[in-house]
């Protein structure tokens, strides 16, 4: 079955970087645009970050254009997700989430990973 693994969250303080990886398996991932989404305590899901099949395409919040950048390896069948000059309010659990075409939707994606904790300290 179709299983995401997210890594790379963890504790930082305001103004640092983290790196999230999601590893992909019974899919061939390189069919799949692939996303990022975030959802903090007491808050909806919000789209953080998508890239299409080959990378081509790569919509971002508004909140983190110009902080994150989302790539890929479709060798390695992993996104990632580089998080810099982090803030306290991109703390949440942050999910990568696979889907046919890029989309914008919080809840316009096939498959799921279980998500990896961000906290950023003031």
């Known amino acids: 079955q179709v299983r995401l693994v997210e890594s790379g969250g963890g504790l930082v303080q305001a103004g640092g970087s983290l790196r999230l990886s999601c590893a992909a398996s019974?899919?061939?991932?390189?069919?799949?645009?692939m996303g990022w989404i975030r959802q903090a305590p007491g808050k909806e899901r919000e789209f953080v970050a998508a890239?299409?099949?080959?990378?081509?395409?790569?919509p971002y919040a508004d909140s983190v254009k110009g902080r994150f950048t989302i790539s890929r390896d479709n060798a390695k069948n992993t996104v990632y997700l580089q998080m810099n000059r982090l803030k306290p309010e991109d703390t949440a659990v942050y999910y990568c989430?696979?889907?046919?075409?890029?989309?914008?939707?919080?809840?316009?994606?096939?498959?799921w990973g279980p998500g990896t904790q961000v906290t950023v300290s003031s």
């Open positions: 019974g899919l061939t991932f390189s069919d799949f645009a």
């Open positions: 890239i299409s099949w080959n990378g081509g395409t790569t």
């Open positions: 989430a696979a889907n046919p075409r890029v989309t914008l939707s919080t809840y316009g994606y096939d498959y």
